[in-house]
């Protein structure tokens, strides 16, 4: 059978995966046929050796499908990809926040007269004058304690959510931060109900300009048959790091199941459920397109409170030589590492921060949110 292998379906690809033509980006093809029979890829013959294939496709949309044929004695054969062009491709960064609650349970503790007056948010605010940083806040609705949820916040801040509201969002997570995974095999009904909750308090308290749509969902896992949940309010975009699975006990609803020896049921962990193949073709490239959901699933590169500041630029160096790893850097940490009271505390996380962010910028990558134009680039 006739198999394209290059490109993948699926891919988000740019400038440095071919060169400029007339009319659009020239990309590589490349696959397996029989051997001796004759293949034509969209239409024009490709090169053969033995059961290797090799020809070129032009994109000249936003996605483009790509059929390779094979004329054999018994008929023909075809193998179709379909692909994404990022057109209007630049080198940029995002910085997402996981498991937010402490910080708005402080302010609304202390009263205090401003956001900033928080050392949480105003550490953020320095990396943004500074840098230009940009992130977003992926939020609880209560507190690990449950001694706080957003319910309590004051809507007396507004003002300050919407002058700081290009540079800082607030999003949906999840609930609370336990149980693990609450949204890897759960209901959809249950899904919608804990992000409508989050992100209704949002608005409420922040206004629509503070909001955005979630990239990550809490453990990044939740089931396909729920997505749909996530498309309807506004999801486009998720990030994950998708690491093979050793094996472990997963929770869901309160309950517990045991995982194969060899791990997950796709042999993944933390992507959203993807498929074994889609997940290994994602610890290598920067992003992937699913056509039946319409969500781009994004790698992440680096999680800040579990790298060392001395080990940050050699996480990250080696991903700007790689085409397919160079073009955006997708930045990550949580927010209970930066609180003293918090038993992993890390007294170094704004600076390992710094680091990662001044990595970005040195480099010539521009802060972004995911949720604008096309991964954050201009659609």
């Not at 008929?75 to 630049?90: A, F, P």
């Not at 840098?131 to 449950?146: C, I, M, R, S, W």
């Not at 080990?311 to 997708?330: F, G, H, S, W, Y």
Request: hydrophobic residues 35%.
């Amino acid at each position: 059978m006739i198999r394209i292998e290059e490109p993948f379906h699926g891919a988000v690809l740019n400038h440095r995966h071919g060169r400029a033509v007339d009319g659009g980006l020239e990309i590589a093809v490349s696959g397996t046929a029989p051997v001796g029979e004759p293949v034509r890829v969209n239409g024009a013959y490709a090169r053969r050796s033995g059961e290797r294939f090799t020809a070129t496709a032009v994109l000249d949309a936003r996605e483009t499908d790509i059929a390779a044929v094979a004329e054999g004695v018994s008929g023909q054969t075809e193998h179709r990809v379909r692909v994404v062009w990022d057109r209007y491709s630049k080198p940029r960064y995002r910085f997402g926040i996981d498991d937010n609650s402490f910080f708005l349970r402080d302010i609304a503790a202390q009263g205090y007269e401003s956001l900033f007056d928080c050392f949480y948010l105003e550490g953020l605010r320095d990396l943004h004058r500074k840098y230009g940083a940009k992130f977003v806040l992926n939020t609880f609705y209560t507190t690990p304690e449950q001694d706080f949820d957003l319910s309590q916040f004051p809507a007396s801040y507004k003002a300050e959510w919407a002058d700081n509201a290009d540079w800082l969002k607030l999003a949906f997570h999840a609930y609370a931060e336990f149980p693990d995974r609450p949204y890897q095999n759960c209901t959809p009904e249950k899904l919608a109900k804990d992000f409508d909750a989050v992100a209704g308090e949002i608005v409420r308290f922040a206004g629509e300009a503070a909001y955005s749509p979630p990239t990550v969902i809490h453990w990044a896992m939740v089931h396909a048959a729920a997505w749909p949940v996530l498309t309807e309010r506004g999801v486009t975009v998720l990030s994950g790091s998708a690491h093979p699975n050793q094996g472990s006990s997963y929770t869901t609803e309160g309950e517990s199941f045991p995982v194969a020896e060899s791990g997950t049921p796709f042999g993944y962990d933390i992507n959203y459920g993807l498929d074994t193949v889609r997940s290994e073709y994602l610890t290598r490239h920067d992003a992937l397109k699913d056509f039946a959901s319409g969500i781009v699933f994004s790698k992440t590169d680096i999680v800040c409170n579990n790298v060392t500041e001395d080990r940050i630029v050699p996480r990250l160096e080696p991903l700007t030589t790689d085409p397919n790893t160079a073009e955006i850097m997708d930045l990550f940490t949580h927010e209970q590492y930066f609180w003293p009271f918090y038993h992993n505390y890390r007294p170094d996380h704004f600076q390992r921060l710094d680091r990662a962010i001044r990595f970005c910028t040195e480099r010539g990558y521009e802060p972004v949110f995911f949720h604008e134009g096309f991964l954050g680039g201009q659609a």
